[in-house]
């Protein structure tokens, strides 16, 4: 089946730094891309929908300037948390169309802890 | 308003017996696609059903199904014979305009617990 493989699967960096989040499709190409964020006990809250080429569609209240993505081939998509704080700390989680399928595939998540 | 509601945060089960998870939705599409997820605590989100607004019959994937009333605007799980690894956050999304472009839009959640 359809796999979007997600790295690094847990972090912890220091505020003020940069981390940079991947997600490939394995087996398939994703034009598009979602990213999605999960605070604890909380439920998935799309950030931003990624298109192969093109510039990133993102949601009401979420900043282009940091959290930046990229999606510069058809089977993969970053996403930068620029600057990290505290608040950014999170479950980070990218999902993309299953081909022949209604389904979305996810990666595995990215638990970002800045400290 | 709250396109897709969860009014269940947490639920118990037996072991071996069946529950329903509640959905509701809200859209004026007519083409639409629903979900449901399982999120274990590794994080991990696992497709389980998908019911299209055009669908006539409820969908069924093993002892998944999903009691679909399109007037009520309701998409319930139903997780027959439940399993210890059962438990988890399940959750409720929708695709409006069922557009492969579109993205889901998530419940609040609900967490399963099975008992032994």
């Known amino acids: 089946g359809a796999v979007v493989s997600q790295h690094p699967s847990r972090v912890i960096c220091k505020s003020g730094t940069s981390v940079k989040i991947e997600c490939r499709s394995l087996?398939?190409?994703?034009?598009?891309m979602f990213w999605y964020r999960q605070f604890p006990k909380q439920s998935l809250m799309l950030m931003a929908t990624?298109?192969?080429?093109?510039?990133?569609?993102?949601e009401q209240g979420v900043e282009k300037d940091k959290f930046l993505i990229n999606h510069a081939s058809l089977t993969l998509s970053t996403l930068t948390v620029t600057s990290a704080h505290p608040e950014d700390s999170s479950f980070y989680i990218c999902?993309?169309?299953?081909?022949?399928?209604?389904?979305?595939?996810f990666g595995s998540g990215t638990r970002l802890t800045v400290v | 308003a709250q396109k897709i509601t969860q009014t269940q945060p947490g639920m118990f089960v037996q072991e071996k017996e069946a529950v329903t998870l509640d959905c509701t939705y809200d859209?004026?599409?007519?083409?639409?696609?629903l979900f449901w997820y399982k999120q274990p605590s590794s994080g991990e989100m696992i497709f389980l059903i998908y019911?299209?607004?055009?669908?006539?019959q409820n969908a069924t994937e093993g002892r998944y199904s999903l009691n679909f009333q399109k007037a009520r605007k309701s998409a319930n799980l139903v997780i027959s014979a439940s399993q210890l690894g059962d438990s988890a956050m399940y959750f409720c999304?929708?695709?409006?305009?069922?557009?492969?472009?579109?993205?889901?839009?998530f419940g609040g959640g609900t967490r399963l617990m099975v008992k032994p």
């Open positions: 999902s993309a169309r299953a081909p022949n399928s209604h389904g979305y595939t």
């Open positions: 087996d398939f190409q994703a034009t598009t």
């Open positions: 990624s298109n192969e080429g093109s510039k990133a569609t993102y």
């Open positions: 859209t004026s599409d007519q083409s639409y696609g």
């Open positions: 019911q299209g607004s055009y669908d006539e």
């Open positions: 999304a929708m695709r409006e305009k069922d557009n492969a472009g579109n993205m889901l839009t």
